[in-house]
């Protein structure tokens, strides 16, 4: 079975200033993806970022960027600039290739300080 | 551009009541899934659809069935209410294609209440 670990509850971070989330993993196959969820107080979820294992180059949209680190089956998300609009729960999640069921992490709340 | 819908998005069941939770899609995609979201947690898994007519478990089924036949729609039926199954669901499809790993597209969620 595959699991998703979420290390930090919450986390706070000051306006335009930079912030890293925390992920690992575990997972027995070699091919899969991993994916960022933002989740406002809207409740909605929204996709923030992908990143298929196999590629080696780090994902980045716009100010979200990852650190990948396959070995140490590592998945952390970088916000740069952070925002206002930014504030709410990420979450962590995995699916293995061919199998489109994720699990997720537990997530981390990320306020941010005007 | 509706996406994934879902309805109701509020409701309160007494214990030992049925309901059906409607979700539909637009954008044709082959996958469909039910998670439940209980407070401070994760989404898990209820069940999932690869496609029009097949539905499999995911990590928590107990209490709850599901239907599969359209590609559309994928309601998801709970029988006798219990307190436990408190919780907000969100249903979400991805695709098109199959095995392609594609970003899942959420509804905004129904939150329910057992009483």
């Known amino acids: 079975a595959q699991t998703v670990t979420q290390s930090q509850p919450e986390m706070s971070v000051q306006e335009a200033e930079t912030v890293t989330l925390s992920c690992t993993y575990d997972?027995?196959?070699?091919?899969?993806?991993l994916f960022w969820y933002k989740q406002p107080p809207s409740r909605q979820m929204i996709l923030v970022i992908r990143?298929?294992?196999?590629?080696?180059q780090n994902a980045t949209e716009n100010r979200f960027s990852v650190n990948f680190q396959k070995a140490a089956k590592s998945f952390s998300l970088k916000i740069s600039d952070s925002q206002l609009g930014d504030a709410a729960m990420y979450f962590c999640a995995l699916s293995n290739f061919g199998n489109e069921k994720l699990t997720f992490g537990t997530g981390t709340r990320l306020t941010i300080i005007p | 551009n509706a996406g994934v819908t879902q309805t109701p998005k509020f409701r309160i069941l007494k214990i030992g009541q049925s309901m059906t939770l409607q979700c539909a899609q637009d954008m044709n995609h082959n996958y469909m899934y039910w998670y439940r979201q209980d407070p401070g947690m994760g989404l898990k898994l209820i069940y999932y659809?690869?496609?029009?007519?097949?539905?499999d478990k995911g990590e928590v089924p107990n209490g709850y069935n599901v239907s599969r036949s359209t590609t559309e729609d994928f309601p998801l039926r709970l029988e006798l209410a219990a307190p436990s199954q408190t919780s907000v669901y969100f249903c979400?499809?991805?695709?098109?294609?199959?095995?392609?790993?594609?970003?899942?597209?959420f509804g905004d969620g129904t939150r329910l209440s057992i009483l």
């Open positions: 997972t027995s196959e070699s091919d899969y993806y």
């Open positions: 990143q298929e294992a196999y590629k080696q």
């Open positions: 659809s690869v496609g029009a007519g097949i539905t």
């Open positions: 979400a499809s991805s695709g098109p294609g199959i095995g392609t790993n594609q970003p899942q597209h």
